[in-house]
């Protein structure tokens, strides 16, 4: 297995085990985070974001495969499943990741994912008749860049 390849099982695990600062200590400090909530993260924020989310989960489980890595870039497929604190609603976010690497070190992340779907579990109602709206995904991105700035300010 390519070093790269066990770079990201080892991101994924420290994951399992809800260990943030075992996931940000696979980042590179000029790392760069995307993913249709948190947009532009970049060094210690992104690595803050996954502290912030393990600090907070409840009822978590993740399951990753098909995990491949070269030199420049690799690429990973993850489902989390959750509750969402705010409305204590379950979510089952299936994840395509792709990476980037720079001195053995994770230096481009992004997750893609469908936010419609997402808020449909985690806002219900809601999230049905309005998730897929730009004001109310551009809220959820407001949402969750300010629980992060609050998260860091603490930290």
């Known amino acids: 297995m390519h070093p790269n390849a066990q770079l990201i099982e080892r991101f994924y ?3 399992q085990q809800l260990d943030g ?3 940000a200590a696979c980042y590179h400090p000029e790392v760069v985070f995307d993913d249709p909530v948190f947009i532009g993260l970049r060094g210690e924020e992104a690595g803050d974001m996954w502290k912030m989310l393990c600090a907070r989960a409840k009822r978590f489980s993740l399951e990753f495969d098909e995990v491949r ?3 420049q870039g690799g690429s990973a497929h993850w489902v989390a499943t ?3 604190s705010k409305t204590g609603n379950m ?12 001195d053995g070190k994770i230096v481009r992340h992004r997750d893609v994912f469908d936010l419609w779907r997402w808020s449909r579990q985690a806002l219900g109602l809601k999230g049905v008749l309005l ?3 730009p004001p109310v995904q551009a809220s959820i991105r407001k949402q969750a860049r300010a629980s992060l700035e609050a998260y860091r300010r603490r930290a």
């Open 131 to 133: 998730g897929w709206l």
């Open 91 to 102: 979510v089952v976010n299936d994840i395509r990741a792709t990476f980037e690497f720079r």
């Open 82 to 84: 959750y509750e969402f």
């Open 13 to 15: 695990q420290a994951f």
């Open 69 to 71: 890595a070269d030199e």
């Open 21 to 23: 600062a075992a996931m």
